[in-house]
């Protein structure tokens, strides 16, 4: 019984000291190698190729459909040939748009990036900075969203529900 208890407080303890060693690690650790610290290689992806990252969630999860899904389920959403064309344009447009923001703010990154890496920033450069990424990422929500907004003026109120449907957000 003794050798069982002194067994079980042994494994206690060296749970212990695993599990104190685990808290006290980053759970940032590793993220140091990345070439842009902040950001990780998908989001510079994403952002590099204008891709949404939930950006219109406000729109599209209160109706308002997005150009890209619309296109992918044309056909089941019987769209018209003018439709098609008018959101075809209207995403070619968004994506130009998100492409061209999402580099600028990939290169605010790693302009914010550098500053820290070669403790050269300040506050008031700080500020600026921040400010200038925080810039661009609203103007790039705002494509998105904007994109969505043109769709809710395209559709017919029966295509816009047809699309709920289909996204799963009604029976």
């Known amino acids: 019984m003794k050798k069982g208890f002194i067994l079980l407080a042994l494994l206690l303890v060296g749970a212990c000291s695993a599990n104190h060693s685990e808290h006290n690690q980053s759970h940032y650790a590793g993220e140091e190698k990345r070439e842009?610290?902040?950001?990780?290689?998908?989001?510079?992806?994403?952002?590099?190729?204008?891709?949404?990252?939930?950006?219109?969630?406000?729109?599209?999860?209160?109706?308002?459909?997005?150009?890209?899904?619309?296109?992918?389920?044309?056909?089941?959403?019987?769209?018209?040939?003018?439709?098609?064309?008018?959101?075809?344009?209207?995403?070619?447009?968004?994506?130009?748009?998100?492409?061209?923001l999402g580099k600028q703010i990939v290169e605010k990154e790693k302009e914010l990036d550098g500053l820290f890496g070669q403790n050269k920033i300040d506050g008031d450069l700080l500020k600026t900075k921040t400010q200038e990424v925080a810039k661009l990422q609203g103007d790039l929500r705002n494509a998105h969203l904007q994109a969505h907004l043109e769709m809710k003026k395209v559709l017919s109120p029966e295509q816009v529900s047809k699309y709920n449907q289909m996204r799963g957000y009604i029976n």
């Open 36 to 100: 842009i610290k902040a950001i990780s290689a998908e989001e510079i992806s994403n952002y590099l190729n204008g891709n949404g990252m939930g950006l219109a969630k406000a729109a599209e999860l209160n109706g308002y459909p997005g150009p890209k899904h619309i296109l992918e389920n044309e056909s089941t959403l019987e769209l018209t040939a003018a439709q098609k064309e008018e959101i075809q344009n209207s995403f070619q447009k968004m994506k130009n748009e998100a492409v061209d």
